[in-house]
């Protein structure tokens, strides 16, 4: 019987222990091949404005983050099987994928547009495009746009896992352009390989597309998490954390109004 005693609340201390370790640890979904806000620097180690902002809520709620490396169209679904807890991979607000998951309020903001060769012009209407072939990111509100509005007008739309993969056919002619978020577009016209590249037709912003900015995205009615969440980001943007962060990989203010 004693044994039998000490064997149960040794199971039962276990138990306790495993049950407080999972309260302490949040299992992050996290998109690696999307620079500046997430990629594989060349240890093979994530870094990027996302990444950075994922330690910093998990250091201001006094829980340990796991990071769990997730093609962006496999986000959603790991939510919903309970493989992560929480999307934090510039996944834009809206209304459709509210139906899938809940949201914080968002961490920063970004408008969407075209890249071409420079010397390319791109009227508002996109007709100069038909035709031609556009790389949009699978499962983006980049690609629902495209679909929606750039594909009825005789647009060839070719779709891929992550925007390195269209910045390569880019290079080598298999895509005439490629229409993703400004903010990681800006980033890569920044660089050597962006040199021959420029923004080209209007900066998308309509809030149907755009939505109301990017946020963590958690299982639906996890309304305990969304609000610890919501308050972390707000604590790390009053104390300055935030700024510092983000002061690393932009000269702007992304949050947005």
Request: a neutral charge.
């Amino acid at each position: 019987m004693k044994n039998f005693t000490l064997i149960s609340g040794l199971a039962l201390s276990l138990m306790a222990g495993s049950l407080f370790a999972a309260e302490d640890t949040l299992r992050i979904g996290i998109e690696a091949a999307y620079p500046p806000f997430a990629s594989k620097n060349d240890k093979g180690e994530i870094v990027g404005f996302d990444y950075d902002i994922g330690n910093a809520l998990c250091a201001q709620m006094q829980v340990k983050c796991v990071w769990n490396e997730v093609e962006f169209d496999g986000l959603i679904p790991s939510l919903k099987v309970k493989k992560i807890d929480a999307a934090l991979s510039s996944m834009t607000i809206t209304d459709e994928r509210k139906k899938s998951v809940d949201f914080t309020h968002k961490y920063y903001f970004t408008s969407s547009r075209l890249v071409m060769k420079k010397g390319a012009t791109v009227d508002d209407q996109y007709a100069s495009l038909k035709g031609k072939t556009v790389g949009v990111q699978r499962a983006t509100t980049t690609d629902r746009y495209a679909t929606e509005v750039l594909e009825p007008k005789g647009i060839i739309i070719k779709r891929y896992s992550n925007n390195e993969e269209i910045y390569m056919d880019l290079a080598s002619g298999r895509v005439d352009a490629i229409f993703a978020d400004t903010i990681p577009l800006d980033d890569f016209l920044s660089m050597p390989r962006g040199a021959d590249y420029a923004f080209v037709g209007p900066e998308l912003k309509d809030p149907k597309y755009v939505g109301e900015g990017a946020g963590i995205a958690v299982r639906k009615g996890n309304e305990a998490l969304v609000s610890k969440l919501n308050k972390a980001i707000d604590d790390i943007r009053a104390n300055g954390e935030y700024q510092k962060i983000q002061s690393k990989y932009f000269k702007t203010d992304i949050y947005g109004d």
